[in-house]
Structure formats: structure tokens, C-alpha cells
């Protein structure tokens, strides 16, 4: 398995990224695909997961979509309206199973990708 995230940068406040993870070794119909984030000095926090019993759950409050593309092997991370305190690595990862877990405990990680929110 392996996940490679691309998309993250610098933006300003208010602004939008999409974040993609290219995705291999998984299919989409028998993983959870997780997006999450750490700043630092914080703890890593889980930002939205999408499988094929669980459908799609954000706890951004709406500004951020995940999404997947089978044919592109690819799950998306859509943020709109981007806050300083978004500001962190993120990273994707996936889990053997057809429900979006309750613990962080994910099987396979990539090496994340920076997004800064500037002021």
C-alpha cells in the first residue's frame, strides 16, 4: 500500500486547497480513507473519512469535502474558507474495513502535506 498526498501550500485566510492522495495497493470499496492533521506542537486530529458503508464524515463544519475517484485511484480533500488555525501536515491514511472507524487507528499512512493559512 501506498498513499501519496499532494495539493498542500500557501494560502491566504479565506482561501481554498484541494488536497489529493494517490492511492495504490487499497480499493476504496473494502478500505476507510481518513484524512488528518497535525500542527504543531498539537496532537494529530482526524479531519474527515470516507468508505463505502460510512459514506463521507467532515468535522470541519462544512468547509472541508472529502471525496474519492475509483477510476483516478484518488480521495480528495476539499478546504474552502481557510483559517490561520488550519494551518498543519496532513496527511492521508486508510484502514482495512467497509465503516469509517471511531479510533485513529489506521493501517497505512502517507507522508503528508503541508498547508499554511496566512493572516
Known amino acids: 500500500v501506498q498513499l501519496v498526498e499532494s495539493g498542500g501550500g500557501l494560502v491566504q485566510a479565506g482561501g481554498s486547497l484541494r488536497l489529493s492522495c494517490a492511492a495504490s495497493?487499497?480499493?476504496?470499496?473494502?478500505?476507510?480513507m481518513g484524512w488528518f492533521r497535525q500542527a504543531p506542537g498539537k496532537e494529530r486530529e482526524g479531519v474527515s473519512c470516507?468508505?463505502?458503508?460510512?459514506g463521507s464524515i467532515d468535522s470541519m463544519k462544512g468547509r472541508f469535502t472529502i471525496s474519492s475517484d475509483v477510476r483516478k485511484h484518488t480521495v480528495y480533500l476539499q478546504m474552502n474558507s481557510l483559517k490561520p488555525e488550519d494551518t498543519a501536515v496532513y496527511y492521508c491514511a486508510a484502514r482495512l474495513g467497509k465503516y469509517c472507524p471511531s479510533d485513529p487507528q489506521y493501517d497505512h499512512w502517507g507522508q503528508g502535506t503541508q498547508v499554511t493559512v496566512s493572516s
Open positions: 495497493g487499497v480499493t476504496f470499496d473494502d478500505y476507510a
Open positions: 470516507i468508505s463505502s458503508r460510512s
